[in-house]
């Protein structure tokens, strides 16, 4: 059974000075990662996709995906107030129907 | 492109009431689900189908039953509505591993 869990539980930095969300997952298995972001009372906003381990950069968001450690990272280059949101990891296989298994989040705030 | 449409968008009901939640895709994906947000929370699986009429069990399926009549449509049904049951219902669908989310019911149990 998949578990996904994310650390920390909050996380506060000043506007302009990096952001980095931690995710880790239990089955080594797992294809696809997706990290998404919710601002409150909003839907989900896919903010990066990653397939393979390494990195890939989508704007402003940076995910690591280390398969072997069982952990995905999300850095948040130059953050601003606008992305103070919940942040959530999810996992999913191409095998179990692409079902996603999401953290619990991690909730950003960025003061000015 | 398509669209997910879920309604209603705000369902109240009372402890105890049986609560319907409707979904509908024109993408014509094969697999849906309905997930189950609590607040600032992640997600989590009540139930998914891969074709019309199939139904599989999520981690949270207890307490909810779900039908697939057509492709196209997939409902969740709360048996009897419990108070620490509010939270937003979002239905999604796929069809290869990228999966569309429609914009949620928000249940709240009075």
Redesign the interface.
């Known amino acids: 059974q998949q578990k996904v869990q994310q650390s920390p539980e909050s996380l506060t930095v000043s506007e302009g000075a990096m952001a980095s969300l931690n995710c880790t997952f239990s089955d080594r298995s797992s294809d696809n990662f997706r990290w998404y972001r919710q601002h409150s009372g909003k839907g989900l906003e896919v903010l990066v996709s990653i397939f393979s381990d390494g990195e890939k950069e989508e704007g402003s968001f940076t995910a690591h995906l280390n398969r072997a450690s069982l952990h995905v990272f999300l850095h948040i280059r130059e953050p601003q107030p606008s992305d103070s949101a919940l942040y959530l990891c999810a996992v999913s296989m191409v095998s179990n129907y692409n079902v996603l298994y999401f953290g619990s989040g991690t909730k950003l705030t960025v003061e000015p | 492109g398509g669209i997910i449409t879920q309604t209603p968008k705000f369902l109240i009901g009372q402890e105890g009431q049986k609560l319907t939640l409707k979904c509908q895709q024109n993408f014509n994906h094969d ?1 849906m ?1 309905w ?1 189950r947000q609590d607040s ?6 009540i139930y ?1 189908s ?1 074709t019309e009429n199939d139904l ?1 069990k ?2 949270l399926s207890e307490g909810y039953d779900a039908s697939r009549e057509k492709k196209s449509s997939f409902s969740l049904t709360v048996t009897s509505a419990q108070k620490n049951e509010m939270a937003v219902f ?1 239905c ?1 669908s ?1 069809l ?4 569309f ?1 429609g ?2 019911t928000r249940l709240t149990v009075l």
Request: aromatic share 16%; proline share 4%; no cysteine.
């Open positions: 697999t689900y997930y600032g929370k992640g997600l989590r699986l998914y891969i599989q999520g981690d979002l999604a796929s290869d591993a990228e999966q989310f914009p949620g």
